[in-house]
């Protein structure tokens, strides 16, 4: 206890650990300020890329629907289409 009294009556040891502590917990840019930016960065990492995935998904269905066929298809499949003398039952799973 002594010894560590001694260093603490050394004015750069105390200067030097009063910053540390000051620089490590009550600075605007702390360490867990640090910490959560970390953790939303990579957050956001995961974010893009699903979203780039998506964009890939929905770029490669956009090139089918070039074609009229595959048009007609996609909007009786997923939009309910139906022509003038058709019935649509849906069938559902859940």
């Known amino acids: 206890m002594e010894k560590l009294v001694t260093y603490f009556k050394n004015k750069f040891i105390l200067t030097s650990f009063l910053f540390l502590i000051y620089m490590l917990f009550l600075d ?3 360490i867990f300020t640090i910490i959560n930016q970390k953790r939303k960065y990579y957050r956001l990492l995961e974010a893009k890329a699903d979203v780039s995935n998506k964009l890939s998904q929905v770029r490669s269905q956009l090139n089918q629907l070039k074609y009229t066929s595959e048009l007609e ?6 939009k309910l289409f139906k022509k ?3 019935d649509i039952f849906i069938i559902s799973n859940e």
């Not at 298809?73 to 997923?78: F, L, Q």
């Open 28 to 30: 605007d840019v702390d």
């Open 73 to 78: 298809s996609y909007a009786r499949e997923n």
């Open 84 to 86: 003038e003398n058709e």
